[in-house]
């Protein structure tokens, strides 16, 4: 594995780490943005993994992983998951969005955001 995997895979597993703690201060608007930033620096490890190119300077993750060429490897509930959880990384941090985004991240549907973020990145973990 190359640095510039293991730099990307390392601040995924901090991002998902930030994640949990966001849920158990119940600051649920960051849950959601700190599994987008998990997702999405997954997703530059395997950019990096696969191509011999720099990562994208992006932040959609569907562009990621069509860019990456992994986008036709997903099941449609992980694109799916994908874009429930695209938005997240843009609403969370405009004020205008900030109450819409927060009447609708419960406990409940944090622990589930969580759940499948771990999921998708642990499946792009074991093809690293």
């Known amino acids: 594995?190359?640095?510039?995997?293991?730099?990307?895979?390392?601040?995924?597993?901090?991002?998902?780490?930030?994640?949990?703690?966001?849920?158990?201060?119940?600051?649920?608007?960051?849950?959601?943005?700190?599994?987008?930033?998990?997702?999405?620096?997954?997703?530059?490890?395997?950019?990096?993994?696969?191509?011999?190119?720099?990562?994208?300077?992006t932040h959609s993750l569907s562009y990621l992983a069509k860019k990456g060429g992994f986008y036709e490897n997903f099941t449609e509930e992980q694109k799916d998951f994908i874009d429930q959880i695209e938005p997240l990384n843009i609403e969370a941090r405009y004020p205008s969005h900030k109450e819409?985004?927060?009447?609708?991240?419960?406990?409940?549907?944090?622990?589930?955001?969580?759940?499948?973020t771990k999921e998708l990145q642990q499946w792009i973990k074991k093809k690293l």
């Open 100 to 116: 819409r985004l927060l009447n609708s991240l419960t406990h409940e549907k944090c622990l589930e955001i969580i759940e499948h």
């Open 1 to 57: 594995m190359n640095d510039k995997v293991k730099y990307w895979l390392e601040l995924s597993d901090y991002d998902l780490e930030t994640a949990a703690a966001m849920l158990n201060s119940k600051r649920y608007l960051y849950v959601g943005f700190m599994c987008h930033q998990t997702i999405e620096k997954i997703f530059k490890a395997y950019f990096a993994f696969l191509k011999a190119e720099t990562t994208p300077y």
